[in-house]
């Protein structure tokens, strides 16, 4: 089988606060534009009279994330959770990644967002910036994605004929 590319349109992040997670489930940031990963490791060097000797250090994890600001609940719980330094987990969704069990591929870590910044310039949307700083390494898996879920990712077909009250509900 050939190499697949993986499209940025198919990963979605999904987050909950640590201290809900026997309560609520992980939900979808709404109108995220960009994320990226960033494994940072400096290792130290010592000179000797030999040369110098590297010794390896650990990685640090980044995750940046860029979104269109929306006044959704996902965005409140997220600059909260920078304001009061709350633990989250996250969650790197590959929809194009649909496991034979149903689930998607995914990567997940837990940390805490360093900054919330919101620039608003004339013109152009509000959008959001934030850094999560990701304790140890995130960890590769997969992950349910429900239906509501699902339904925030994109919306449901409809048909051509009058929406009951039945059928707006779900």
């Given at each position: 089988?050939?190499?697949?590319?993986i499209?940025?349109k198919?990963?979605?992040?999904?987050?909950r606060?640590?201290?809900?997670?026997a309560?609520?489930?992980?939900?979808?940031?709404?109108l995220?534009?960009?994320?990226?990963?960033k494994?940072?490791?400096k290792?130290?060097?010592?000179?000797t009279?030999d040369?110098?000797?590297n010794?390896?250090?650990?990685?640090s994890?980044?995750?940046?994330?860029?979104?269109?600001?929306?006044l959704?609940d996902?965005?409140?719980?997220?600059e909260?959770?920078a304001?009061?330094?709350?633990l989250?987990?996250?969650?790197d969704?590959n929809l194009?990644?649909?496991?034979a069990?149903?689930?998607?591929?995914?990567?997940?870590?837990?940390?805490?967002?360093?900054?919330w910044?919101?620039p608003?310039e004339?013109?152009?949307l509000t959008t959001i910036?934030?850094?999560?700083?990701?304790?140890?390494?995130?960890?590769?898996?997969?992950?349910t994605?429900t239906?509501?879920?699902?339904n925030?990712?994109?919306?449901?077909?409809?048909?051509t004929t009058k929406?009951?009250?039945d059928?707006?509900?779900?």
């Open positions: 089988m050939g190499a697949t590319p499209y940025g198919d990963k979605i992040l999904m987050f606060l640590y201290e809900q997670r309560t609520a489930g992980a939900t979808k940031l709404a995220q534009t960009q994320h990226s990963w494994y940072d490791s290792s130290d060097s010592t000179e009279k040369g110098t000797i010794s390896p250090a650990t990685t994890v980044t995750l940046d994330i860029e979104a269109v600001a929306s959704d996902v965005n409140k719980f997220l909260d959770a304001k009061n330094s709350k989250l987990e996250v969650w969704i194009a990644d649909k496991q069990d149903g689930k998607y591929g995914a990567k997940y870590g837990q940390g805490y967002l360093q900054s910044e919101v608003a004339v013109g152009k910036k934030t850094t999560m700083n990701i304790d140890q390494l995130p960890v590769d898996g997969t992950a994605v239906a509501d879920q699902q925030e990712i994109q919306y449901a077909f409809a048909d929406v009951t009250a059928q707006s509900n779900g």
